[in-house]
């Protein structure tokens, strides 16, 4: 399933699903296709009057018609709206349950985070992480400590034990640390009144960001 493959124009939604099943020797039934893609109600609509959504969905069809015992998604759901998207990660789901391996790329690093079970980042052409979501938010072994902190001095701050950036949002404040123990050990040393501290590990994003910086210019 491409991005931004075109379709065929003058022809209805489900004239291109019947030619993707023509294609193979083990369709999917039509009927069917066109429900799990969420086109039934269009079907019989000219695919050049249809959003970019809709259009996604054709080529999820497409995609899906032969039985594909392997699915390769290319930023999958690009133009689909919040509740589309979900219905589509749904469907991954269910055919990932019946035996089919998908393999998707996304700069939607909150799907990758939410719905797969392997990770892989690439920086210029290069694997340098592959692994579980877990795992690879766990390699940049940074974590974030955030508490409130009326008038906070960014100096004091940045001079705890393990703190690597300093981040400020009125009251909030936000502490990278590379040993989220030390940092808040150092904090309730430094005598400051907060409140409402949590810690939380590195999400996705933060971890690409880590993984794609570090070395970038070797």
Request: proline residues 5%.
């Amino acid at each position: 399933m491409l991005q931004s493959a075109g379709l065929p124009q003058g022809v209805t939604v489900r004239e291109v699903v019947q030619l993707a099943r023509q294609l193979s020797p083990h369709p999917a039934p039509l009927n069917g296709l066109l429900k799990t893609a969420g086109l039934a109600t269009i079907a019989d609509r000219r695919v050049d009057g249809l959003s970019g959504g809709q259009a996604q969905r054709v080529r999820y069809a497409f995609a899906i018609a032969g039985n594909p015992e392997v699915l390769f998604l290319d930023e999958p759901t690009v133009g689909m709206d919040v509740e589309t998207q979900r219905d589509f990660w749904r469907d991954m789901h269910e055919h990932a349950a019946a035996g089919r391996t998908i393999l998707f790329a996304t700069h939607y690093l909150h799907e990758a985070e939410s719905v797969s079970d392997r990770v892989v980042v690439l920086r210029s052409g290069r694997v340098v992480a592959d692994g579980s979501p877990s795992k690879i938010k766990g390699a940049t072994g940074r974590k974030s400590v955030r508490f409130t902190l009326p008038d906070a001095d960014p100096a004091m701050l940045r001079a705890l034990a393990a703190v690597e950036e300093v981040e400020s949002h009125g009251a909030t404040v936000v502490l990278a640390t590379t040993d989220a123990d030390a940092t808040v050990a150092s904090l309730v040393r430094s005598g400051v009144p907060f409140r409402d501290i949590e810690v939380t590990g590195a999400d996705l994003e933060e971890a690409f960001l880590a993984l794609t910086e570090e070395g970038s210019g070797g």
